[in-house]
């Protein structure tokens, strides 16, 4: 199993905000909206310096994502920020019909996703937004890992012509991905080779799926590790490629069962290689009140819950 | 209850936000502060509603579109009786049913709310179905200022009008803050009052933190037969603590031990001033 020293642990709202914030002396057309949450979205940096080119709409998401695709028809390339359940289920419908179906070059940029924003419960945990927007045509998903992720991709997406989905969160978690990495939009990252089972991470899961790896090595089972940080366009060559190798196997997400990462490898390997596949995620329940890590454990969003669907993956096989 | 007697009882719900909010080390603190005194003279004055009638068909109504200040809810509903107040020492905190927003689990909570914008169309629909069933109960609910600019307020406020909701208030708790600045600068709504009278509402405005203006007004709801009323509450965030009042950081700011303490003296001192 291979090391991933890393130095310091962010929040990858923090990359997200950094990334916004490259934009804004590179590219011009980048303009930013937010409903009221601007520190919460670490964008207040972008707001300083580019004070022309940002709009703090209030507290009107709706409205936010139709200035958004209207703004495209100017030439602007918007960038959107809420929390997650307000970028997704709130404005459903702005996003189908004036986003996704008329394909607009919005980037809808969604942090405090899943469970780990904590304290404040069920109502901001959102574990379906990559369900809502994986299922849109034209619609592109993506969910790093960590902070130099977050902020390589939010530079990447500004460059692709196109509606994305960009989701991440609130609490730190280790920065262990380079920082001068090139984010591939589409493009699975093997993180680990190893022929026993494939597992599958997105989001905060992925450094879960690192320390599962390090417990599965001391069983003496070889895991490989990828991370899937594009739900949508999914890898589908790097994923088949991993499996015919390892035949079974596992993925891991900060989202419901229904519609998220897992959900879209079971139609894969039901189409075109049917082998056993066990999911981690949230299993059609809503959240609640608790501190980040108290809700992982319970939601088995963590490297225990890993390590036992790899057993029970293998035992399948 | 007096309006000197309702007082001292706001200084009390306040010590109780503050501890609450205090021991969870998480919670809305300006925003709870301003609305207690509505709260306050809404449940010990105007609603007909308490533990033992909660189930009653007949019962008013009161639903908290800002749901974020659940704090301030919670408080008075341990007051009425609905739950022990020790139940709040589990506040936000993990397995308990006293988490950061409203929800029904909590006895005496009619609706579960945290997103912006959904209690007026709520209130709207109860207000409905009151009216369908010739039934006398009146429905009341809370707004705050930075929420208005959520376009579904405007549509639920077109409804209300439409149906001739004199059964249905809403308050709005304006405070002129929000989470990103003043909600002037943010997303500017003035004048409230000439865009709800337009959309075919009653409007008055009360000082939020005068309990005898509070309680009068409410006497004389509806304020025009067969119109829904608005009650524009001008208050401060953060009110009745020095260093919180009109304060932009205080929104979702926790007190340390020190600024705790100071908090609970200074209400403590305001006993005296009654
Ligand atoms: C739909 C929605 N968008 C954003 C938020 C996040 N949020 C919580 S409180 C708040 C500010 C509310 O300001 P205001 O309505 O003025 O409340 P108050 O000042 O009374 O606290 C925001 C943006 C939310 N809860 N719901
Ligand atoms: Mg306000």
């Given at each position: ?31 930013a ?13 972008f ?14 998401e ?12 100017g030439?602007k390339?918007?960038f959107t920020?809420?929390f997650?359940?307000?970028s ?8 189908r019909q004036s986003?996704a ?5 919005v ?8 469970v ?5 419960g ?7 937004d ?8 034209h ?11 977050t902020k ?9 012509e196109?509606?994305v989905?960009?989701?991440?969160g ?17 493009k ?15 989001g905060?899961?992925?450094w ?7 417990i ?7 895991a490989e590790?990828i ?7 999914l890898?589908?060559e ?9 035949r ?31 999911m981690?995620g949230v299993?059609?329940s809503f959240g ?7 809700l992982?454990e319970?939601?088995?969003l ?5 390590v036992e669907?790899?057993q029970k ?5 | ?13 306040r ?6 909010i ?6 809305h603190?300006?925003?709870?502060l ?5 709260l306050?003279?809404?449940?010990n004055?105007t ?8 189930k ?30 020790s139940?709040?020492e589990?506040?936000?905190r993990?397995?308990s049913?006293y988490?950061g927003h409203?929800?029904?689990k ?11 914008g959904?209690?007026?169309?709520i209130?709207v ?6 009216k ?10 809370l707004?705050?200022?930075?929420e208005?600019?959520?376009g579904?307020?405007w549509?639920?406020a077109?409804?209300a009008?439409?149906?001739k909701l004199d ?25 409230i009052?000439l ?21 009068e007004?409410l ?5 025009t037969?067969?119109?829904?009323s608005?009650?524009?509450?001008h ?14 950081k205080?929104?979702h700011?926790?007190?340390?031990k020190?600024?705790?303490?100071q ?10 001033t009654?």
């Amino acid at each position: 199993m291979k090391d991933f020293p890393y130095t310091e642990s962010k929040d990858t709202r923090s990359g997200f905000g950094a990334g916004l914030h490259e934009l804004g002396k590179t590219n011009p057309n980048v303009v930013a909206l937010c409903a009221d949450l601007t520190g919460s979205l670490k964008m207040d940096a972008f707001k300083k310096d580019f004070p022309e080119r940002f709009f703090q709409v209030g507290i009107a998401e709706a409205n936010m994502i139709g200035l958004a695709a209207g703004m495209t028809i100017g030439g602007k390339i918007p960038f959107t920020g809420t929390f997650a359940n307000f970028s997704t289920g709130r404005v459903y419908d702005q996003i189908r019909q004036s986003v996704a179906y008329s394909g607009k070059n919005v980037k809808i940029c969604a942090s405090h996703a899943g469970v780990t924003l904590g304290e404040d419960g069920a109502t901001h945990q959102i574990l379906e937004d990559l369900g809502m927007m994986k299922m849109l045509p034209h619609m592109t998903v993506i969910n790093p890992c960590d902070f130099n992720q977050t902020k390589a991709a939010t530079i990447a997406i500004a460059d692709y012509e196109g509606p994305v989905y960009l989701r991440f969160g609130r609490p730190v978690v280790p920065n262990f991905t380079p920082a001068d990495q090139k984010f591939e939009i589409g493009k699975a990252w093997v993180l680990n080779e190893g022929k026993d089972v494939s597992i599958f991470a997105t989001g905060h899961l992925v450094w879960k799926a690192v320390l599962a790896g390090k417990i599965l090595a001391e069983q003496g089972i070889d895991a490989e590790i990828i991370n899937i940080h594009t739900i949508k366009p999914l890898d589908e060559e790097a994923i088949l490629a991993s499996v015919a190798k390892t035949r079974c196997v596992v993925s891991a997400e900060e989202h419901q069962l229904n519609g998220g990462l897992g959900d879209s490898i079971a139609q894969l390997l039901a189409r075109k290689m049917p082998l056993p596949l066990e999911m981690v995620g949230v299993n059609d329940s809503f959240g609640e009140s608790g501190t980040p890590e108290q809700l992982m454990e319970k939601y088995r969003l963590n490297e225990g819950a890993i390590v036992e669907a790899v057993q029970k993956v293998m035992a399948r096989k | 209850m007096t309006p000197k007697e309702l007082a001292l009882k706001s200084i009390g719900y306040r010590k109780n936000i503050l501890k609450y909010i205090y021991g969870a080390n998480a919670g809305h603190t300006g925003g709870s502060l301003s609305c207690i005194d509505i709260l306050n003279v809404l449940y010990n004055h105007t609603l007909n509603v308490g533990p033992d009638n909660f189930k009653s068909p007949d019962r008013d109504r009161y639903i908290q579109s800002k749901g974020h200040c659940v704090e301030a809810l919670f408080v008075v509903l341990a007051d009425k009786g609905f739950f022990p107040e020790s139940d709040l020492e589990t506040l936000c905190r993990y397995k308990s049913h006293y988490i950061g927003h409203p929800t029904r689990k909590v006895n005496g909570v009619e609706q579960n709310t945290g997103a912006l914008g959904h209690g007026l169309p709520i209130s709207v629909g109860t207000a409905l179905a009151a009216k369908m069933d010739n039934k006398a109960y009146r429905v009341f609910t809370l707004l705050g200022d930075g929420e208005l600019p959520e376009g579904s307020n405007w549509e639920a406020a077109l409804t209300a009008a439409h149906y001739k909701l004199d059964n249905l208030t809403a308050i709005i708790d304006h405070n002129k803050l929000q989470i990103t600045g003043r909600t002037s600068d943010v997303c500017n709504t003035d004048p409230i009052d000439l865009k709800f009278e337009s959309f075919g509402w009653a409007v008055r405005h009360v000082d939020g933190h005068d309990f005898k203006m509070l309680q009068e007004t409410l006497d004389e709801l509806p304020f025009t037969d067969s119109k829904p009323s608005l009650i524009i509450a001008h208050t401060v965030k953060g009110k009745g603590i020095s260093y919180m009042e009109d304060e932009l950081k205080w929104h979702h700011g926790v007190p340390n031990k020190q600024q705790y303490a100071q908090a609970i003296e200074e209400l403590d001192n305001a006993v005296a001033t009654l």
